[in-house]
């Protein structure tokens, strides 16, 4: 009976979430699948105010240029061709400071978490070329385009504790 009960909570809890909301704070639990919903369909998201932790992310395409991003990683099938597990999250937009990112590549909580409340203005989405990765390494043979909307902060605050914060989000 608890676990009808929770399920039934998630459920009404997401399409509260998803269903006309002005107002978007992800948590722990519905970090990936708002997330996800937003790749897929970012013009219901256009102008709402969102709400979420995640850590910074620096990425560099093929050219060069380089990106900060707010991401958390994520299982391998959105965002990524290379059979690896990929990240999710917004290019960041902001006049101010973002914290540069610390260890972003490794596999363990040890990041640089920020809380970060904004809007995404337009539903057009960049399109990054990256190497793709082979069994750990960059395969400078293989490139591979992850799509990005761009977050506008409003406010960011550095996380000083990130105990109950996970990288890797899941469904």
């Not at 996800?36 to 050219?63: A, H, M, R, W």
């Not at 400071?97 to 990041?111: A, H, L, M, R, T």
């Not at 057009?124 to 190497?131: A, G, L, Q, R, S």
Request: a negative charge; proline letters at 2%.
């Amino acid at each position: 009976m608890k676990r009808i009960i929770t399920f039934i909570l998630a459920v009404c809890t997401f399409t509260l979430v998803a269903c006309g909301s002005n107002r978007y704070v992800l948590t722990e639990k519905t970090f990936f699948l708002v997330m996800t919903n937003v790749q897929y369909y970012p013009e219901q998201y256009v102008g709402k105010d969102f709400e979420y932790d995640c850590f910074t992310y620096s990425l560099k395409d093929i050219g060069g240029r380089e990106y900060t991003c707010g991401v958390r990683k994520c299982s391998a099938g959105y965002g990524c061709t290379c059979g690896q597990d990929t990240i999710i999250g917004f290019i960041l937009d902001y006049d101010g400071y973002i914290p540069e990112p610390v260890n972003q590549s490794g596999e363990d909580n040890f990041k640089t978490w920020v809380h970060l409340k904004g809007k995404i203005s337009s539903a057009n989405k960049t399109d990054i070329k990256i190497y793709a990765y082979k069994d750990g390494n960059v395969d400078y043979n293989t490139v591979e385009t992850i799509s990005f909307l761009t977050f506008d902060i409003e406010t960011i605050e550095k996380i000083n504790d990130y105990s109950q914060l996970s990288f890797y989000v899941t469904k």
